[in-house]
């Protein structure tokens, strides 16, 4: 009793199971099989000069293992990915999706070696082929051109009567060799696994960067969404792939004859998600001025950097605070009212008080409130930036004196006497006299 096995092909156009199966009937012994590696080829007739790398970044979600092809075509060996995207032909349909929403309209085929796939796509044919026998079953299908050789070499094949691949292979190899050169015979081999290819693989940068040119210059911030949307779209997956997040950006509005105009957007923590760094860009550039029409886009990134994540407790019911939250709040009001509206205040040691506190930039407090030094004696929480003159005064001191002496070394010498006040419409005051004792009473701050 014996168990039927799988097909090993699964044709996506044109050729027919019993064509494959006379793969045996041509003469190119050694063909691998089982195929240990498995590459996805991409025939990308009309990418623009430099359209390569963003592809290139995009395939990286699929598979480490990408290689160029300039000038329009990429490889990606997916072996080791077929069951993360089920299967060869589940995963050739989702690379053809991601390339159809990018507008690139491309060829993909599948094939035990990096140089067998691309004859298949350069040939027109985007054949699943699963078990490296079954290459030489296509080799009648591939016509010389699919080869990528010179003009010259293609056509002394052609005057010898040889019209396709099989038609070549059938030749005797030592009289090949001495025709074409023992690296074109080297490439036949490669192709039908006879003997292994080296590829250099890509490596994404860094720090991302990305460019994309507008159909039609944009005069308004609502015309440059299209383009900011698909840059961010890259940049989506060049953090996936890194699984990391990133505190800022730059997007350069790029004019004709005028310098870019630059959007620069910091983030107290880092974030992945493309959605909301979306969100604070359609921010600033709704407050941007656009000097002249934006012909392109230029998004930059800094160095990505490792996200932190939290982990809930068995019985969290999610009542607990979210500092991500409130990092986000802070950002969407830096976005929207500009990055000097909102601070943070940090305490300097100084007695005096308008020197008691400098601005910083905000963040999200880690320690927690009960182990903050309470101050002896308190301090108002709004305070004057100016000491405002009281006359006449209207209070009642309920606290004081406290004695501030101080700042004698720097030439901003204070000699003041401070009292906590009720005032008459209820309003607790902290107010101050000067040294030696005046008449003048001053408004420095108002308890909350």
């Known amino acids: 009793m014996s168990e039927a096995r799988p097909a090993p092909t699964l044709p996506a156009t044109g050729v027919s199971r019993q064509t494959l199966r006379l793969a045996g009937r041509v003469g190119t012994p050694g063909a691998t099989s089982p195929a240990r590696e498995l590459w996805l080829a991409m025939q990308l007739p009309s990418i623009p000069a430099g359209g390569l790398e963003p592809l290139a970044r995009q395939a990286l979600r699929f598979t480490p293992r990408v290689s160029l092809e300039p000038p329009a075509a990429l490889l990606a060996e997916v072996r080791g990915s077929l069951r993360l995207f089920g299967g060869a032909a589940a995963l050739r349909q989702r690379v053809l999706a991601?390339?159809?929403?990018?507008?690139?309209?491309?060829?993909?085929?599948?094939?035990?070696?990096?140089?067998a796939a691309l004859w298949l796509v350069r040939a027109g044919q985007d054949h699943i082929v699963l078990h490296g026998d079954l290459l030489p079953g296509l080799a009648a299908q591939l016509p010389l051109s699919c080869l990528d050789w010179p003009a010259e070499t293609v056509a002394t094949l052609r005057r010898f009567g040889v019209r396709n691949v099989a038609e070549l292979v059938r030749l005797p190899r030592a009289g090949l060799a001495r025709r074409i050169g023992p690296d074109r015979l080297r490439e036949l081999d490669e192709?039908?696994?006879?003997?292994?290819?080296?590829?250099?693989?890509?490596?994404?940068p860094e720090r991302f960067t990305a460019e994309c040119e507008l159909p039609v210059p944009a005069v308004t911030a609502g015309a440059l969404a299209p383009g900011v949307s698909g840059l961010l779209a890259q940049l989506e997956v060049f953090l996936r792939v890194r699984a990391s997040g990133l505190d800022g950006l730059r997007l350069d509005l790029l004019h004709r004859g005028l310098p870019a105009t630059r959007i620069r957007l910091g983030l107290s923590r880092p974030s992945g998600n493309p959605q909301y760094l979306g969100e604070l860009l359609r921010e600033r550039l709704a407050r941007a001025a656009l000097p002249a029409p934006v012909m392109a886009l230029r998004l930059r990134s800094g160095v990505p950097l490792p996200l932190q994540w939290c982990s809930l407790g068995l019985f969290d019911r999610g009542h607990s605070a979210d500092p991500e939250a409130a990092a986000r709040l802070l950002e969407r009001l830096r976005a929207r009212l500009g990055q000097t509206a909102v601070f943070a205040v940090h305490a300097v040691p100084d007695h005096r008080p308008e020197r008691a506190w400098r601005v910083a930039e905000p963040a999200v407090a880690t320690v927690p409130a009960s182990?903050?030094?309470?101050?002896?004696?308190?301090?108002p929480l709004w305070m004057l930036a100016v000491p405002q003159r009281l006359a006449p005064p209207d209070f009642r001191l309920i606290a004081g004196p406290e004695r501030i002496e101080s700042g004698w070394w720097d030439g901003h010498d204070v000699r003041r006497d401070y009292y906590v006040a009720l005032a008459g419409d209820g309003a607790c005051l902290w107010v101050f006299r000067e040294r030696p004792p005046g008449q003048d009473w001053f408004l420095h701050g108002v308890f909350g």
């Open 98 to 115: 991601g390339l159809q929403a990018a507008g690139q309209p491309a060829r993909v085929a599948i094939a035990p070696t990096p140089r």
């Open 371 to 379: 182990h903050w030094p309470a101050a002896q004696p308190p301090r």
């Open 191 to 204: 192709g039908f696994g006879r003997c292994p290819q080296a590829r250099r693989h890509y490596t994404a």
